[in-house]
């Protein structure tokens, strides 16, 4: 066996030591020499034709990273022991909100259809957050029902995506849509009623 053979083997032996035991730091999450292992994770969508048509993917990345082991740092110094200060004032109590509290709708999209956290609000402010969990890009209108006022909206949400708007609300019956194109068509609408406060 030649030197250069011999070498090549030493050289792999050493590779298959250092993979096998950084495995085991990725896998136990153990520490090396100066480093932790972190693991991060991301939805990624991908396009890609097959067949001749164009089908969405949907997949998770993972990567690890190494960050720094913070220094050692020695045991901290208590500072010198100051004079006793006059009690301190209390901060003053918050004043209640006049309008009362602010409630939450939680809607969650997917493909066709909206599902509502709660199926009725007191009137007055509310928050409403909607969440995309479909594969296509969605958006909430809030219309009441018998009235000629604009619908109130939640800015469009992309996949994976929350977007969240502040309105009032008047007693009455509303009828929750998505104003994209046929969206509302295929069964992307709910009711919401919301009563006296």
């Given at each position: 066996?030649?030197?250069?053979?011999t070498?090549t083997?030493?050289?792999?032996?050493?590779?298959v030591?250092?993979?096998?035991?950084?495995s085991?730091a990725?896998?136990?999450?153990?520490?090396?020499e100066?480093c932790?292992?972190?693991r991060?994770?991301?939805h990624?969508?991908?396009?890609l034709?097959?067949?001749g048509?164009?089908q969405r993917?949907?997949?998770?990345?993972?990567?690890?990273?190494?960050?720094?082991?913070?220094?050692?740092?020695?045991?901290?110094?208590?500072?010198?022991?100051?004079?006793?200060?006059?009690?301190?004032e209390?901060?003053?109590?918050?004043?209640?909100?006049?309008?009362?509290?602010?409630?939450?709708?939680?809607?969650?999209?997917?493909?066709w259809?909206?599902t509502?956290?709660?199926?009725?609000?007191?009137?007055g402010e509310?928050?409403?957050?909607l969440?995309?969990?479909?594969e296509?890009?969605?958006?909430l209108?809030?219309?009441?029902?018998?009235?000629?006022?604009?619908?109130?909206?939640?800015?469009?949400?992309?996949?994976?995506?929350?977007?969240?708007?502040r309105?009032?609300?008047?007693?009455?019956?509303?009828?929750?849509?998505?104003?994209?194109?046929?969206?509302d068509?295929?069964?992307?609408?709910?009711?919401?009623?919301?009563?006296?406060?």
């Open positions: 066996m030649t030197r250069a053979a070498a083997i030493c050289l792999g032996l050493i590779g030591v250092a993979m096998a035991s950084g085991i990725y896998a136990t999450g153990a520490t090396s100066g932790i292992w972190h991060h994770s991301k990624v969508v991908k396009h034709k097959r067949h048509r164009v993917i949907r997949r998770v990345k993972h990567w690890w990273t190494c960050d720094d082991q913070p220094a050692v740092s020695p045991l901290p110094i208590a500072p010198p022991s100051l004079p006793p200060s006059p009690a301190a209390t901060p003053p109590a918050e004043e209640p909100n006049p309008e009362g509290p602010v409630s939450h709708l939680g809607v969650k999209a997917d493909e259809s909206y509502l956290s709660r199926p009725e609000v007191d009137s509310v928050i409403v957050e969440n995309n969990q479909g296509d890009n969605h958006n209108k809030l219309q009441r029902e018998a009235s000629g006022e604009p619908p109130l909206a939640v800015p469009e949400a992309a996949p994976d995506e929350h977007t969240t708007a309105v009032t609300l008047p007693p009455g019956t509303y009828r929750l849509y998505c104003s994209l194109f046929e969206h068509e295929k069964g992307m609408h709910a009711t919401l009623v919301v009563g006296g406060s």
